[in-house]
């Protein structure tokens, strides 16, 4: 049944699973995420479907994995047919609304080709995932020789130049840059300048400007309107790194987690590692004064994120706001940070396919596991299933892929969980695809994890890579190539084949319709098998006995 309530579904963008302090984080000090934990469920074990933003969304808002729903890399259209969390919602009852970012590609040839104009209702939602914009902002205006990265019109950059900002790019020129010695702007594209405080009053960056928008957003709701779910998604710690004051020069290299890499990784590695850790990216993050620079403002970008939350979660407790509101706090996916000579994020070590995941529900049933940790193997598709649960729906998994985590908050552990968890990346608009010499269509990984064992498969005849997060904990020995490891990686084939084999596109009708459909036929007048009326009962011949009313054989 409906819990009645609303749902605040709230994202950042590359926002690491440890970096919290109630996920061990021994400097970086976040006390209302914390605070949030302490009120829900914080889950340990939680992994996007795809190490890349525009993927990974797209797997959270329509429960499917990437190789159902297609939208395999960042600016790759989600197919005109799929089925989002927002169209679920609104069949039942409920509204959908986004604030911030979803870095969803419309499928424009899609739409044209059935008649869909994206300034109609349902054009505008298949456009938009599903969600009603009240504030759409992916946050990347960037500007070059060949145009514009983004080409719709950026509310932030609006919101700048009503502030006073000017130029035609201030979301780049104040809230992600500096200014040097000479007067001249110190761009935040820059690692060098990260350390720099962002040219911009703080109030007006981007993270407090998205908080005032949902606090906006929840303010206009009446008592008598629809529950609606709110998808807060914020467009930091992701790159770039800078930071306005205060929070550009609160942390140093003595607050930092210790570098995460080893010399053996860039030993022999496998051909994809080592493409990935020599890339422009991975070879910047080689160099520790990249990493100092960066760290200090990615760690102040958190700390400004905490901050608000407590602004946002100070206000739905002043409002009473939070009797009602069920609460979702992740990432769409993390960051590497120097570990494992990495930078950004693409592969599948820890600290890039893990998440934070917290869930708060504030209904007595959540009671038991307040304050809790579950370990249990979560997957961003799994995120989906519940918000459906939680607005009185039927998960229908002839399509959703991932499983309701409700039972967990109540402290119930669902039959025949998962065994292991799936990721995929697909590299193919990447230059490694080049240097690794591979098709488009075969620039793909996948990984398969369970508690212990990391397996990532590659097509084009690539070998595999394997970790033993047991006897390994930090990740540094691929056993990939090992011949002593052959029957954990037939471990891991053997798991993908299984994914591989689950059925994924026949999602229009339900098992239950299916099985339905097993009855025998005759009650619909369909006879097959049948010699004479001894074979058949009466009750199927009723339609089919009696005189001939005219006899044409006779013509």
Avoid at 304 to 309: E, G, L, T, V
């Amino acid at each position: 049944m409906s819990t009645g309530k609303n749902i605040l579904f709230i994202m950042f963008d590359q926002l690491r699973f440890d970096y919290l302090s109630c996920a061990g984080h021994p400097h970086l000090h976040t006390p209302n995420i914390d605070w949030l934990a302490s009120q829900g469920l914080r889950f340990t074990n939680a992994y996007v479907q795809s190490p890349v933003c525009g993927a990974s969304r797209m797997s959270f808002y329509t429960g499917r994995y990437v190789s159902s729903h297609g939208a395999a890399w960042n600016g790759v259209p989600l197919k005109v047919g799929e089925i989002t969390l927002g169209d679920y919602l609104r069949d039942l009852g409920m509204d959908a609304v986004l604030v911030g970012k979803t870095h969803m590609k419309a499928d424009a040839k899609g739409m044209a080709r059935l008649g869909l104009s994206p300034d109609s209702i349902i054009g505008a939602r298949v456009s938009e995932c599903g969600f009603d914009l009240y504030a759409r902002d992916d946050g990347l205006w960037g500007m070059g020789k060949d145009g514009a990265y983004e080409p719709r019109p950026s509310p932030y950059n609006e919101y700048l130049k009503s502030r006073g900002y000017d130029g035609a790019n201030p979301w780049h020129d104040y809230a992600n840059s500096s200014i040097d010695a000479d007067g001249d702007i110190a761009s935040g594209w820059l690692y060098a300048n990260a350390t720099l405080p962002a040219n911009i009053r703080e109030d007006d960056s981007e993270t407090p400007w998205l908080t005032r928008q949902a606090i906006d957003f929840i303010d206009s709701r009446g008592t008598n309107d629809s529950p609606y779910l709110c998808h807060l998604s914020y467009i930091k710690p992701h790159w770039p790194y800078i930071v306005p004051a205060p929070y550009h020069n609160m942390y140093s290299a003595d607050d930092f987690i210790p570098v995460n890499r080893h010399p053996d990784e860039l030993i022999d590695p496998n051909p994809i590692y080592e493409a990935f850790a020599h890339n422009v990216i991975g070879k910047s993050f080689h160099r520790e004064d990249v990493r100092h620079h960066v760290l200090t403002a990615y760690m102040g970008l958190i700390k400004q994120i905490d901050d608000q939350m407590g602004v946002l979660f100070d206000h739905l407790k002043k409002t009473d706001r939070l009797k009602d509101t069920i609460i979702i706090l992740t990432s769409d996916h993390g960051d590497y940070m120097g570990d494992h000579w990495l930078g950004e994020k693409d592969l599948f070590h820890e600290p890039s396919v893990k998440v934070p995941l917290i869930i708060y529900d504030p209904s007595p049933d959540a009671d038991p596991t307040r304050g809790q940790t579950c370990d249990a193997l979560v997957e961003a598709i799994d995120l989906a299933a519940s918000c459906i649960e939680w607005a009185g729906g039927a998960v229908p998994d002839e399509i959703i892929e991932g499983r309701s985590l409700r039972p967990f908050l109540y402290g119930d552990k669902p039959d025949q969980w998962r065994e292991v968890v799936v990721s995929e990346y697909d590299y193919s608009t990447t230059p490694m695809a080049d240097q690794l010499q591979v098709s488009a269509k075969d620039a793909r990984l996948f990984m398969i994890a369970d508690h212990r064992w990391t397996f990532i498969h590659a097509e084009g005849g690539l070998p595999p890579m394997l970790f033993d997060r047991l006897n390994d904990p930090n990740e540094w020995h691929d056993l990939g190539r090992d011949p002593a490891y052959h029957a954990q990686r037939e471990w891991g084939y053997q798991h993908l084949q299984d994914w591989a084999l689950r059925c994924a596109q026949r999602s229009t009708i339900s098992d239950k319709a299916l099985v339905a459909r097993r009855q025998n036929s005759r009650g619909t007048g369909i006879i097959i098998g049948a010699y004479d009326q001894d074979d058949v009962s009466d009750e199927d011949m009723q339609f089919y006995r009696g005189k001939a009313r005219q006899n044409h054989l006779k013509e």
